[in-house]
Each structure stands twice: as C-alpha cells, then as structure tokens.
C-alpha cells in the first residue's frame, strides 16, 4: 500500500510473475487504498522518506513523524488487531510513536533494528574471517543509529567469544563500519537506502510472529524497567510469536555496558522530547 497511484501495483506484479520461479502461491496485491489491507495480522510499515547522502536518520524524524503517526492511525482503523513491525526511521521513535498513537500494548509494537545491525556485522566478521556468515552470533543491542551498542565479547564465531579470535583494532574497525553501515550503503547508491538486507530481516520477524515460532531475535521494542530503562524503545533480544513479543531478554550486562545503553537510551528519548515539541 502506498500513496503513490500505481507504485504498488506495479511492484505487486513484479513479485507475483516471480511465483512460478521461487515456486510461492501466495496471493498478492498493491493498493492505494487501507480498505484493501483490513483485518491484517501483521502490518509492516515503511512509509516515509529515507536518508539521501550526508543526512542522518536523526534528520528524517519531523517529517516521518507526521506520516508514520497518519499511517499507523489508518492501520488500527482497519487492522485493530494486528501486530504492527516498524521500519520507517528513526525507527525507535517511530516505534515509540505507534505505539502511542495505535495504543496498542507494548507487545503488539515492534521496531526492525537489531537484525539488520546484528547480520550486518556479522557479515564484516565473515569476511574478515573468511568463514560463513552462518558461523557468527553477532550481539548488537540499543538505538538503531550512531549510539548503537556492539558488544563483542557476546559476538561468537562458531561458539568462540570474537575477543578471543581477532585483535581489538581490528574488532573496532568492523564495529565502526557497522555503525555506519546504512549510510555507507546510501553513498554508494546515491539514490535510495538499503533494501535486500532490511527485507531479509523484515520477513524473519514476519515468519517468526506467523509462524509462532517463539525465536529470539534482536528488535526495537519499549522496556518498561528491563535493563533498568523505562518507556523506551531500544534494541534488545525478544522472543517473536504469534503474540508478538512474547518475552524481553535480559542479557546479564557488564557495568559499562549497561551504561552505554544508559547513554542509547537518552539518545532517543531526546527523539521523543522533540516529537512531543513538533505536535505541540
Ligand atoms: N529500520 C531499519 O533498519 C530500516 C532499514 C531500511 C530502511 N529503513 C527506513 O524505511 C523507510 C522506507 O525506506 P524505503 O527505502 O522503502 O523508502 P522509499 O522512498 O523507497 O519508500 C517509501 C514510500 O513511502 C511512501 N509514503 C510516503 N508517505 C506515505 C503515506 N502517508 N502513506 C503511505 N505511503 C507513504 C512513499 O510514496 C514511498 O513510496 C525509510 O524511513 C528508511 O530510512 C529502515
């Protein structure tokens, strides 16, 4: 669904004619129109603007802010039941946002962060290694953005800690690429943001909440007290089921650690002070 006549159904088409080749039969459409989408069970939202060269995502909250807010309204409307998976960014404010404008419980609200941080540098490390992407567990937890929080010793690479296989230089440099993993991508494209990756990461938490298949999964949802933050979105590992997240793992953190999320976290609730300034 977009706002945009013949966007949707454009690009509904392209995927459809892929069915008799990938070998799905799911039914598809695009629409202009949320009476098409009602009685969802889950609804993705990627409406609004991305980032263009040199722009943070930071940058793109006033004006996403008044389309997720229009959006998410349209979606309870039609879909007062379903889960919502939030993409737009910044996306911890725009989660935080769904869910004071759907009122849903914290549960039903999710955000995509962490997956794509984590396989992100999981994807460095596997280069870096020469090994499969496959053998690394990346640990990637806080504010999707510059405050993002990698913690290395969490990080495995076929069950070994990464602080054990590779010097910290070179573990800092595969953090920092990460860091700026999106905005290095938008460069290079000129127009446009990163899509394979994001969609690989929507559809796993997608198939996790279908398929109820209760897997952990590192995503933006609000703590309410878990790691000692309260009524903000971050990213932390969650169970993922058929009712959404089902449980928010506790990671047993080192005191710095926990103070650096401290530090992610007042990174996006300064977001939230200055959306609640923007409605007025
Ligand atoms: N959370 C993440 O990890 C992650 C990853 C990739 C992209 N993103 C974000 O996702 C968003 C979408 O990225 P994209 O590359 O698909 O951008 P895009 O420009 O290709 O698509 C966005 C679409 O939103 C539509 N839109 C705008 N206002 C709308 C409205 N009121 N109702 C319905 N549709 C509306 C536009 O017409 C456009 O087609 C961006 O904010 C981007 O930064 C987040």
């Known amino acids: 669904m977009d706002i945009i006549q013949g966007l949707p159904q454009g690009k509904a088409l392209d995927i459809l004619q892929s069915a008799p080749i990938l070998n799905f039969n ?33 940058e793109l909250l ?13 979606v309870v409307n039609h879909s ?24 849903f419980p914290r549960n039903r609200v999710i955000g995509l962060s962490g997956i794509l941080d984590a396989a992100r540098f999981g994807s460095f490390i596997a280069t870096e290694l020469k090994t499969s992407a496959a053998n690394v567990s990346a640990c990637v937890l806080g504010e ?26 070179t573990i800092d440099k595969l953090a920092e690429r990460t860091i700026k993993g999106g905005a290095e991508i938008v460069n290079l494209l000129k127009t446009g943001s990163a899509f394979f990756a994001p969609s690989a990461a929507i559809a796993q938490m997608a198939e996790a909440i279908i398929l109820d298949k209760k897997e952990a999964l590192p995503c933006a949802a609000r703590l309410d007290g878990e790691y000692g933050i309260k009524d903000t979105v971050l990213g932390v590992p969650v169970k993922l089921g058929k009712n959404g997240i089902e449980q928010i793992i506790e990671l047993d953190l080192t005191k710095e650690e926990r103070q650096a999320l401290a ?13 609640s300034s923007g409605r007025g």
């Open 26 to 58: 799911s039914h598809l459409i695009g629409t202009n129109s949320y009476q098409e989408t009602a009685d969802s069970d889950v609804v993705i939202i990627t409406s609004g603007l991305g980032r263009k060269p040199g722009m943070t995502r930071d």
């Open 62 to 74: 006033l004006a996403n802010m008044k389309i997720v807010a229009e959006v998410t309204h349209n």
């Open 80 to 103: 007062p039941e379903c889960i919502i998976i939030m993409v737009t960014n910044p996306v911890d404010a725009m989660t935080h946002l769904a869910i004071q404008t759907s009122k």
């Open 144 to 169: 999707h953005g510059k405050n993002m929080l990698i913690i290395p010793r969490l990080t495995t690479v076929s069950g070994t800690p990464l602080t054990e296989i590779l010097p910290r230089e």
């Open 263 to 275: 530090t992610s976290a007042k990174a996006v609730q300064e977001l939230v002070k200055i959306m």
